[in-house]
Structure formats: C-alpha cells, structure tokens
C-alpha cells in the first residue's frame, strides 16, 4: 500500500530534544524526506536520507533510519518556538519517478 | 537562486467553472510536480511532467490536467470546478524528478476556493 504513518501532535518545552517519528511500509523506497510546513506557506525540505544509511546529521537535525522496521525519526535539538510548525515525512520508491508519497504530518507545538 | 514561483497565490472560483495555475521551477530544473493538500486527504500526487511530457500520474479524475512548456514552465487546469477541489495547490521542482537522490523543492502554492 501507499501507507507513510505519523502521529498527529508533539508538544515540547523550548530547549527541549523534539523527536517526531515516521513509520513506512513500502521496501523499495528509495529515499526518505522531511519537509516542515509553517501557517499559509509551502512545504520547506528539512533533510533526506538515502533508504541504504543509518543516520544522517545536519546542524540540529538528526535523521534515524531503521531500516529493518521501516522506522524514521527527525531528532531536533534545542527545539525553538520558531520550530513549530506541522512535520511531514515522504518517501520516493523506485521506479515512480516525481512522486513524493507523505504521512499525515506531525503538528509540533514548542511551549516557551 | 530564485525558488519555485507559484502563481496565483489565492482563486475563487464557483462551481462548473475551470481553472488554470501556473508554476515556474528552480532555474534548471527540468521535472514539475503537483500535489493537492486538503485537510481530510492530506498531501496527495498530481502527476509529473519533465521534458514536456507527462511522465507520472496520481489517481486523479481526468477534470485535472496539466502540460509543460520548453523552458520547463508548467500549468494544471482543472475543469467543471467541484466542492471538493477546494485545496491548497503544490508546485514542486526537482532536477530530473527524485530519483538518485534530487530532492523535490516547493512552492508556496495556490489556495484555490469554489463557491
């Protein structure tokens, strides 16, 4: 199936770790995304993974990619009231060339 | 570099009605995405063009249409505007598509409404 899962809410303290998870189902995805979308804006591309790493690090972001459950996380570090906003994780699958296949998202809300 | 342009930024239409949105990409950038975003379907694929030619397609009616010009510029239409076609519209560039590792850039989108 077409199915990318994501729970829906994630609420944090600012300086917090946020961890916003991701689980998919389809082996041939190719390449893992994470996408933030902020209140009447597109969606802005976070980082990505290639399906065949474990982790990837960028500045604050820390990709996870289990690939034997198929599990994902986006680890932000000292989260900040600016990271708030709706979390989408997507994947590409080989052979279906432009299409990003997306989870729900994950609102997540940072308290101050 | 200039990012995905979207244009325009907000429709209202009535029902029966058609629509056309427009979409620049990144500046050599050759694949043009489409996607809808409603609150109760979430984000869901369109079709892909690249190199003038649809090359994807999502499980859409045939209402929705789209096409790609030359210089990579690329338009959706959508006819006999329904209700339910209320959405926010989403462009998105990449260099040939995502595979290999090209990752899809977005714009801002177009918030459509039928009333």
């Known amino acids: 199936g077409e199915d990318v899962e994501q729970s829906l809410f994630l609420s944090v303290r600012e300086g917090d770790s946020s961890v916003i998870n991701c689980t998919y189902t389809?082996?041939?995805?190719?390449?893992l995304y994470w996408y933030k979308q902020e209140p009447g804006a597109g969606l802005q591309l976070l980082t990505y993974?290639?399906?065949?790493?474990d982790m990837k690090q960028d500045q604050r972001l820390t990709v996870l990619l289990n690939k034997k459950d198929k599990h994902l996380s986006l680890r932000i570090a000292d989260t900040q009231t600016g990271d708030s906003a709706i979390y989408f994780c997507?994947?590409?699958?080989?052979?279906?060339?432009?299409?990003?296949?997306f989870g729900q998202g994950t609102t997540l809300q940072v308290k101050p | 570099k200039a990012g995905v342009t979207q244009t325009p930024r907000y429709l209202i239409k009535t029902r029966g009605q058609q629509v056309t949105l427009s979409c620049s990409p990144i500046?050599?950038?050759?694949?043009v995405s489409w996607y809808q975003q409603t609150p109760g379907q979430g984000l869901q694929f369109l079709f892909e063009?690249?190199?003038?030619?649809?090359?994807n397609k999502g499980n859409f009616p045939g209402r929705f249409s789209g096409r790609q010009f030359s210089n990579s510029r690329s338009e959706m239409n959508v006819s006999t505007l329904e209700l339910g076609d209320s959405a926010l519209y989403l462009c998105?560039?990449?260099?040939?598509?995502?595979?290999?590792?090209?990752?899809?850039?977005f714009g801002d989108g177009t918030r459509l409404s039928i009333l």
């Open positions: 997507a994947e590409t699958r080989s052979g279906n060339t432009g299409k990003l296949i």
């Open positions: 389809d082996s041939s995805s190719t390449y």
């Open positions: 063009y690249f190199s003038e030619t649809q090359r």
């Open positions: 993974i290639f399906s065949n790493m």
């Open positions: 998105a560039s990449s260099l040939e598509g995502g595979q290999g590792g090209q990752p899809q850039h």
């Open positions: 500046s050599g950038h050759r694949s």
